[in-house]
């Protein structure tokens, strides 16, 4: 990831409300066409949750979580799930 980019990443995921709505956009295909699935969840944290423990690893690339007007991808979903912050318990271990 470059720098820049990674310190962009770093600063929203400080200011990241788990309490705030996300949504959840899932592509049902990787095909440029493909349909997308839309998820609204009362919170981001109950959004990650699902994405990280009911998607598999392939559903969950073409994945994108947005809050307050900001998008994650699946590897910011995977970092702020992994966060001391993320207020649920975790199911699955953490990504190698």
């Known amino acids: 990831m470059p720098e820049h980019q990674q310190s962009v990443l770093s600063s929203a995921m400080t200011e990241f409300s788990y309490s705030a709505p996300g949504d959840l956009f899932v592509a049902t295909s990787m095909r440029r066409n493909g349909a997308v699935k839309y998820q609204r969840f009362s919170t981001a944290a109950d959004a990650l949750k699902y994405a990280i423990e009911e998607l598999g690893p392939a559903v969950l690339k073409g994945t994108v979580l947005e809050v307050d007007e900001e998008r994650y991808d699946a590897a910011?979903?995977?970092?702020?799930?992994?966060?001391?912050?993320?207020?649920?318990?975790?199911?699955?271990?953490?990504?190698?």
């Open 76 to 96: 910011a979903m995977r970092e702020l799930y992994e966060s001391a912050a993320y207020p649920h318990p975790r199911t699955t271990p953490p990504a190698a």
